[in-house]
T-cell receptor, first 116, second 111 residues
Framework: EAQVTQNPRYLITVTGKKLTVTCSQN?????MSWYRQDPGLGLRQIYY???????DKGDVPEGYKVSRKEKRNFPLILESPSPNQTSLYFC???????????????FGPGTRLTVT | GNSVTQMEGPVTLSEEAFLTINCTYT??????LFWYVQYPGEGLQLLLK?????DKGSNKGFEATYRKETTSFHLEKGSVQVSDSAVYFC??????????FGKGTKLSVKP
């Protein structure tokens, strides 16, 4: 089954304790992305990756890191989490489409993070 | 810059009522437009899309038409069901191939 998986699904942690949220896709997609979803703000992009070893900042990158060492994996790293990073996080992927491609993205089930 | 504005919710309807969720956009050119749906406890799923002006996207009884004159992509359904209760997001393709989302509209359908 084609899918994007995230782990963990739920995480409660304390300020300053480094954590990693994993994301994996089995569709051989080049493009992967992380979003956070907050009430009244919708989804905002944190980081994205066009391919292996190619990453770039989205709209809200502060406090986050990513890496793309393999095509299928795109972990999100919070080196020193703070309470304002409490949110619902989604990973997404899509094939690399050029020109007028529709750029449909496939989303994981989400990770609910609480930082106390 | 590019942006999406959609009507605020929540929207509460009775089963079989007509649904409209308004969405307007600001963008350079004519980007692809999307409606995504998020059912409770799940990730986002693509509901429908339109890649050029005057295109109509449709799926599961939902429709939206890409109107460049009014820069709009309103979502409609003639007869909603309880199972349509979800959060609906309008989005456009950004210049980097990313998605730019509206804030979402929560729909609750009562039996």
């Amino acid at each position: 089954e084609a899918q994007v998986t995230q782990n963990p699904r739920y995480l409660i942690t304390v300020t300053g304790k480094k954590l990693t949220v994993t994301c994996s896709q089995n569709m051989n997609h080049e493009y992967m992305s992380w979003y956070r979803q907050d009430p009244g703000l919708g989804l905002r992009q944190i980081y994205y990756s066009m391919n292996v070893e190619v990453t770039d900042k989205g709209d809200v990158p502060e406090g986050y890191k990513v890496s793309r060492k393999e095509k299928r994996n795109f972990p999100l790293i919070l080196e020193s989490p703070s309470p304002n990073q409490t949110s619902l996080y989604f990973c997404a992927s899509r094939p690399q489409v050029s020109g007028t491609g529709s750029y449909e993205q496939y989303f994981g089930p989400g990770t609910r993070l609480t930082v106390t | 810059g590019n942006s999406v504005t959609q009507m605020e919710g929540p929207v509460t309807l009775s089963e079989e009522a007509f649904l409209t969720i308004n969405c307007t956009y600001t963008a350079t050119g004519y980007p692809s437009l999307f409606w995504y749906v998020q059912y409770p406890g799940e990730g986002l799923q693509l509901l429908l899309k339109a890649t050029k002006a005057d295109d109509k996207g449709s799926n599961k009884g939902f429709e939206a038409t890409y109107r460049k004159e009014t820069t709009s992509f309103h979502l409609e359904k003639g007869s909603v069901q309880v199972s349509d209760s979800a959060v609906y997001f309008c989005a456009l393709r950004g210049s980097q191939g990313n998605l730019i989302f509206g804030k979402g509209t929560k729909l609750s359908v009562k039996p």
